[in-house]
């Protein structure tokens, strides 16, 4: 696939991100803008910009990540998931464009071991649910420009609105995370926010 177009967007997402996972938080940055990211906490979920000095100390554990899909809560707190790997497929408008190829949750629950008999049992449907989520075909995404409108409606639209933070140009009537990425858009993480549209790119 490969559409051009004379117009540049003027706003872009991180395309490669940093995993750091402490025993109390997750610390999300960008690689190429590493003042910018933010924290999660694994024992409620609160998601906090980051401090100056935030992530600089030592983690167990440091990953690459290639966005943040959302977060979803369910009895325990909340789960936030990210994609782990994805194909370069081709470009749109000139921007490359992806398909994601694995995904994970990363599990802020610490507050599991003070749920009930029947509450655990519902978590653990749950999560067997959230794995179904991880494994969901055909999702695609650009970093520089939305992808779920067509050129048509894009020739229609106002001047400046490429650029506008990716997920405010999207068509949420296709974008397949919308809901998951409520609590991103609460607090205004613009260039984490990648909206996923699901089909197929020939």
Same mark, same amino acid.
């Given at each position: ?6 117009? !540049?967007?003027?706003?872009?997402? =991180? ?7 402490? +025993? ?7 690689? &190429?803008? +590493? ?9 409620? #979920?609160? /998601?906090?910009?980051?401090? *100056?000095? &935030? ?12 966005? /943040? ?13 990210? /994609? !782990? ?5 081709? @470009? ?17 629950? &610490?507050?599991?071991?003070?749920? @009930? ?18 494994? @969901? +075909?055909? %999702? $695609? $995404?650009? $970093?520089? !420009? *939305?992808? !779920? %409108? ?6 229609? %639209?106002?001047? #400046? =609105?490429?650029?506008?933070?990716? =997920? ?7 974008? =397949? ?8 858009? &609460? ?13 197929? /790119?020939?």
């Amino acid at each position: 696939m490969e559409i051009q177009s004379d117009s !540049t967007s003027n706003f872009k997402l =991180w395309n490669e991100l940093e995993l750091h996972e402490f +025993p109390n938080k997750f610390v999300i940055k960008s690689i &190429e803008s +590493p003042d910018q990211g933010f924290s999660i906490s694994r024992f409620d #979920g609160n /998601i906090n910009k980051l401090d *100056d000095d &935030e992530g600089s100390g030592s983690s167990s554990k440091v990953s690459t990540l290639y966005g /943040i899909a959302g977060t979803i809560r369910l009895l325990a707190g909340t789960h936030l998931l990210v /994609i !782990t790997s994805r194909k370069d497929v081709g @470009t749109y408008l000139g921007f490359p464009v992806f398909r994601v190829t694995s995904m994970k949750f990363l599990s802020c629950n &610490e507050a599991s071991r003070f749920l @009930t008999s029947q509450e655990k049992k519902d978590e653990a449907y749950f999560m067997t649910l959230l794995k179904i989520v991880e494994s @969901t +075909p055909g %999702l $695609y $995404y650009s $970093y520089g !420009t *939305d992808i !779920t %409108l067509n050129l048509q409606r894009r020739f229609k %639209l106002a001047e #400046g =609105w490429m650029s506008r933070p990716v =997920w405010k140009q999207a068509d949420p009537r296709f974008v =397949w995370n919308r809901n998951l990425l409520e609590e991103l858009i &609460e607090n205004k993480l613009d260039k984490f926010i990648i909206p996923l549209l699901q089909g197929n /790119i020939l």
